[in-house]
Nanobody, 127 residues
Framework: VQLQASGGGWVQAGGSLRLSCVVS????????MSWFRQSPGKERERVAA????????WFADSVKGRFSISRDNVKNIVYLQMNSLKPEDTAVYSC?????????????????????WGQGTLVTVSS
């Protein structure tokens, strides 16, 4: 299974970006998906998650109301829509997949519980 993240870039505070993560080589619809981010000097943190069906989502308090997560189980893509971006959102964003075909949950919190990771895509938000 391979994950390919894209969509990062530079944006001014208040702007928007949409990240995409294309999954190949597996049964995408069986995976719970999460987006994590890591900025220099900080631990990696989970910012959003979605269950295999899309029926359950989760967001970190720091992004609630600004970020949304969705998935297309036909195109094998998970999206992270980021609005009202702040300089503190600057980080490398990575997508992760956990095989969870029978769980309604949006996915575990701990990064070590994920089976596959994509490479990061850098998001830079200037003030």
């Amino acid at each position: 299974v391979q994950l390919q993240a894209s969509g990062g870039g530079w944006v001014q505070a208040g702007g928007s970006l949409r990240l995409s993560c294309v999954v190949s080589g597996g049964t995408f619809s069986g995976y719970a998906m999460s987006w994590f981010r890591q900025s220099p000097g900080k631990e990696r943190e989970r910012v959003a998650a979605i269950s295999w069906s899309g029926g359950s989502t989760w967001f970190a308090d720091s992004v609630k109301g600004r970020f949304s997560i969705s998935r297309d189980n036909v195109k094998n893509i998970v999206y992270l829509q980021m609005n009202s971006l702040k300089p503190e959102d600057t980080a490398v964003y990575s997508c992760a997949a956990r095989w969870s075909p029978t769980s309604r949950a949006a996915g575990p919190e701990a990064d070590h519980d994920y089976h596959y990771w994509g490479q990061g895509t850098l998001v830079t938000v200037s003030s």
